[in-house]
Nanobody
């Protein structure tokens, strides 16, 4: 059973960089044919895919967020990390990490989500 767990600060000040980590257990982030995504849901809005890192280490980003987003991984910790720079209150959301399948594009495992609030 694959499990994902997000960790990071619940409160970030405007203009700072948000850093979240997703620790994976029950499966390796280098296993073929999977990619590891960050997805967020602002209050009252739908899910927004932010970006992903593939099992190869290649990264992919949502066009609107590309200039502010960086995803990296630490294979020794089986962990991948989101950095979102220059945050504003509009970045307030529940942030999720999830595993996606390359063949179908669907997500089969999700973390429980972590609330991030951007406020001074």
């Amino acid at each position: 059973q694959v499990q994902l767990r997000e960790s990071g600060p619940g409160l970030v000040k405007p203009s700072q960089t948000l850093v979240l980590a997703c620790t994976v257990s029950g499966g390796s982030i280098t296993t073929n044919n999977y990619y590891w995504s960050w997805i967020r849901q602002p209050p009252g809005k739908g899910l927004e895919w932010m970006g992903a890192i593939a099992y190869t280490g290649d990264t992919y980003y949502s066009t609107p967020l590309k200039s502010r987003t960086s995803i990296s991984r630490d294979t020794s910790k089986n962990q991948f990390t989101l950095q979102l720079s220059s945050v504003t209150p509009e970045d307030t959301a529940v942030y999720y990490c999830a595993r996606g399948r390359v063949d179908s594009g669907s997500f089969d495992y999700w973390g429980q989500g972590t609330q991030v609030t951007v406020s001074s």
